[in-house]
């Protein structure tokens, strides 16, 4: 069992930055693949970012490339969404998510490629 508890969304302005942080207790942290998601309302959930186990390989949707990094630190447990030049259109709820999967799989952009989700942090980007 993975248990992932995610932080740091807010009401930003667009143009501005926010971290959002997800915890995680439960089995081996260190081993298994992560990843970031976001729904807005009425939408499906959309795959934003995910970081390999031992965090060398990452992927980001296109929307957010150039703007977005996504990193880990295994001995705190944790893994980082940075958020640059935000934008109205990337405000949604951000789930952080887990397999347990050592690598990025071919379903790394697939909500059903995870077993485990956080409850997810509400980040809102003002015009």
């Known amino acids: 069992q993975v248990h992932l508890v995610e932080s740091g969304g807010r009401l930003v302005q667009a143009g501005g930055s926010l971290r959002l942080t997800c915890v995680a207790s439960?089995?081996?942290?260190?081993?298994?693949?992560k990843a970031w998601f976001r729904q807005a309302p009425g939408n499906e959930r959309e795959f934003v970012a995910a970081?390999?186990?031992?965090?060398?390989?990452?992927k980001l949707v296109d929307s957010v490339k150039g703007r977005f990094t996504i990193s880990r630190d295994n001995a705190k447990n944790t893994v980082y969404l940075q958020m640059d030049s935000l934008k109205p259109e990337d405000t949604a709820v951000y789930y952080c998510?887990?397999?347990?999967?050592?690598?990025?799989?071919?379903?790394?952009?697939?909500?059903?490629?995870?077993?485990?989700w956080g409850q997810g942090t509400q980040v809102t980007v003002s015009s």
């Open positions: 439960g089995r081996s942290f260190s081993d298994y693949t």
């Open positions: 970081i390999s186990g031992n965090g060398v390989t990452s």
């Open positions: 998510a887990s397999t347990l999967k050592y690598s990025i799989g071919s379903n790394y952009y697939l909500p059903h490629g995870y077993e485990y």
